[in-house]
């Protein structure tokens, strides 16, 4: 339930998209924050059986899965919104920046939402374990940005954390 909701953060806080003030995001994750606690609180509201021994599957709570489906599209969806309208920028190297972790977040939501929320929807459970090989796609392309396109600016993280270990010793 969280992957949304950081994804949607990380994609406003990424771009500092100047249209989302604190007030404004805070709007925005409420509804998320309250479906969250609901869902930890009592999971029973998406499960109606669990069937682990026998075929692997679930008896899904259609209404409330629905529900979570239609919620984790929007944020993961506006998400990638903010960073592609983001990548459409003047300056080539923020433009790489976006596209790559708009294609890196791009791949791994496909992968991750059709394996692990739209197929256990309609009663295939045989491919869930698909769902996080998005990552696969997702780590080497962020590698790469960070490598390639100056990502994050690694270099001077590390060229800090150095000197601050070493004024420490």
């Not at 599209?73 to 459409?88: F, V």
Request: glycine share 4%; charged share 10%.
């Amino acid at each position: 339930a969280l992957i949304a909701w950081s994804t949607l953060l990380f994609s406003i806080t990424f771009a500092r998209d100047p249209n989302f003030s604190k007030v404004r995001i805070a709007y925005l994750t409420l509804p998320l924050l309250a479906i969250t606690v609901a869902l930890w609180t009592n999971p029973w509201l998406l499960l109606k059986d669990v069937h682990v021994a026998s075929s692997n599957t679930a008896d899904l709570n259609m209404s409330f899965y629905l529900i979570y489906i239609v919620y984790f599209a929007i944020y993961y969806i506006g998400a990638l919104a903010i960073l592609l309208k983001r990548s459409h920028t003047k300056n080539k190297v923020l433009n790489r920046h976006f596209k790559s972790v708009f294609i890196a977040y791009g791949s791994a939501g496909v992968i991750g939402m059709l394996f692990n929320l739209f197929l256990p929807a309609v009663g295939m459970y045989e491919l869930i374990w698909a769902g996080p090989l998005g990552l696969l796609l997702f780590v080497p392309i962020v590698y790469l940005a960070i490598a390639k396109y100056g990502l994050f600016d690694i270099r001077q993280t590390v060229v800090r954390t150095v000197a601050y270990l070493t004024s420490l010793l």
